[in-house]
């Protein structure tokens, strides 16, 4: 008899329908497998022959063959356990309810018939929703599938429930129980806060502005200014998330492992800080299975390099893309894949190679010809998409051993709020949600600076032999600075400000 399964598989970070159909024949007595499977397909039979025997169903002795359709489409991972089994109990007559047709199945099977935590399920409940079914996966997977609100999904413990359901309507559970765990994550607080950077006034305010209009930033010091350590912090001030943020993070971060998109907190931000030693594939994701790299991890978040000189420039040119288009393309021969990548660089740096060029403790034994082959590391094109470069000079004694309390990471969250609040209703008829995505026809409609202000800044570009490029990403600053001070009006002050943030054009300028 035959029998035909529905279930998904994952590509990308989308989930396809797949049909599993099953035959079992009379004949000599083996299982076969078709269909493009990969090796953690084919290592289903075992699992699923021991699963259902330890289940209490008589294994038969007959030809099993199983096709996993579209044909054409590779499959991949332990996550058709279920339904082959599924498929196998109802082609022996074990299962016999036309309900069968209205439901997907996904999960790995322990050897024992338990479900075990299958990745992808988030994805997964999207793709399946299409279909108009419902999807039966592992209970383990209830703290990540409570994200989606309407979750059009069943959890069970073993395949024995799932058979118990199919056949006599035992109920299974729901994941709406499964919401309220969630909730409890998200109000775990954030253990690194701003307090606790002392001094560094100015470097505190420059990272409050980039922010508040997610724009890229650089931060140039010596060693042990404390630029790792103001970095760390950023995700106590990140904006809140909206609901449809959340569901976008979640499903990319599910693709990728379950335990990772259950452990992190609901309603935070992602901050991803690859090591400099990440390869092009790291950054950009790929493989045979495409994988989201950490651009896309950090998408809706915060992409943060460190020791941005030491990466290498094969890596750092992953980046121009998709600091343009806010996705990332990876071509494959068949079909290119498109990972969003929407994310607020933040980069640091030494400003030379021994790190005390401009340092007032230490004085620099580096060569001119070194400084410059140093600085030519992070490539022209890179720098341009920086809005912000600042300075982070070494913290002085008298700061360091301050007892006044400085300002907290709530606090300065607050602020950012209302300045992204201001843009969200500035944009709300456009594409773009904050200052930072401006291209050349926002700023025109929506940058006017007061004739002083646009005064002064002729006098900078002219003085400080400031760029075009660096024109309009004065504009835009200045266009946060403005939105900080709930001023609609960009004032002579904002564009003071925001040429400061302009580091490395008034060097080289
Ligand atoms: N402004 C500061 N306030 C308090 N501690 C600081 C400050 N700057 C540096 N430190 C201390 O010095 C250590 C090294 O700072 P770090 O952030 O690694 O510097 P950098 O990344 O600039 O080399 C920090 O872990 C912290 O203990
Ligand atoms: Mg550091
Ligand atoms: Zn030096």
Not at 27 to 46: F, H, N, R
Not at 284 to 304: N, R
Request: proline letters at 6%; aromatic letters at 4%.
């Amino acid at each position: 008899m035959t029998s035909t399964i529905y279930s998904v598989t994952l590509w990308g970070i989308d989930a396809f329908p797949v049909q599993i159909e099953v035959d079992v024949t009379s004949g000599l007595p083996q299982m076969i497998l078709v269909g493009l499977p990969d090796q953690a397909v084919k290592e289903s039979k075992e699992r699923v022959r021991a699963a259902i025997k330890n289940s209490g169903f008589p294994f038969p002795s007959k030809k099993i063959i199983i096709n996993l359709a579209p044909a054409d489409m590779k499959k991949e991972g332990p996550c058709f356990d279920l339904p082959i089994a599924i498929g196998i109990l109802a082609s022996l007559g074990h299962i016999h309810s036309e309900k069968i047709r209205d439901y997907a199945f996904l999960g790995e099977l322990a050897l024992d018939g338990r479900l075990r935590k299958t990745k992808g399920i988030i994805p997964a409940m999207l793709g399946v929703r299409e279909t108009h079914r419902q999807l039966i996966a592992p209970l383990e997977n209830e703290a990540e599938a409570g994200v989606l609100s309407d979750a059009p999904l069943l959890l069970a413990k073993n395949l024995s429930e799932v058979v118990r359901f199919l056949n006599e309507g035992a109920p299974l559970k729901s994941p709406t129980t499964a919401r309220k765990d969630s909730e409890a994550v998200s109000s775990i607080l954030y253990p690194f806060d701003f307090q606790e950077v002392k001094g560094q006034r100015q470097a505190k305010r420059a990272l409050e502005v980039a922010v508040s209009g997610a724009h890229n930033i650089l931060m140039v010091g010596p060693p042990g200014s404390g630029k790792s350590m103001l970095a760390r912090r950023l995700p106590g001030i990140l904006p809140d998330l909206s609901q449809e943020e959340i569901l976008e993070i979640m499903k990319i971060h599910s693709a990728v492992d379950s335990l990772v998109a259950e452990r992190r907190p609901i309603n935070r931000r992602p901050f991803r800080s690859p090591h400099h030693t990440i390869s092009p594939a790291g950054l950009a994701g790929g493989g045979t299975f495409p994988k989201p790299g950490e651009i896309t991890l950090a998408h809706h978040g915060v992409l943060f390099l460190d020791e941005l000189s030491e990466f290498r420039k094969d890596a750092l040119e992953v980046l121009r893309a998709p600091m343009e288009d806010g996705k990332l393309v990876i071509s494959r021969a068949r079909a290119s894949i498109a990972f969003p990548a929407r994310f607020m660089l933040v980069t640091a740096m030494n400003p030379c190679k021994c790190g005390f060029l401009g340092d007032t403790r230490r004085a620099c034994r580096c060569s001119l010809s070194q400084i410059l082959a140093y600085r030519a590391k992070i490539s022209g094109p890179l720098l341009d998409r920086i809005d912000l470069h600042i300075e982070v000079p070494a913290v002085k004694f008298k700061e360091l051993t301050e007892t006044r309390p400085a300002e907290n990471s709530e606090a300065i969250r607050l602020r950012i709020q209302r300045a992204r609040d201001i843009q969200k209703e500035r944009f709300k008829a456009e594409k773009i949600i904050t200052n930072s995505e401006m291209g050349e026809k926002e700023i025109k409609k929506h940058c006017h600076p007061s004739p002083a202000a646009l005064k002064l800044l002729e006098t900078a570009l002219e003085e400080l032999g400031l760029s075009a490029r660096a024109y309009s990403r004065i504009l835009k600053v200045g266009r946060t600075l403005a939105d900080l001070s709930e001023s609609e009006k960009i004032l002579e002050e904002h564009l003071a400000e925001a040429i400061q943030y302009r580091l490395l054009d008034r060097q080289s300028g």
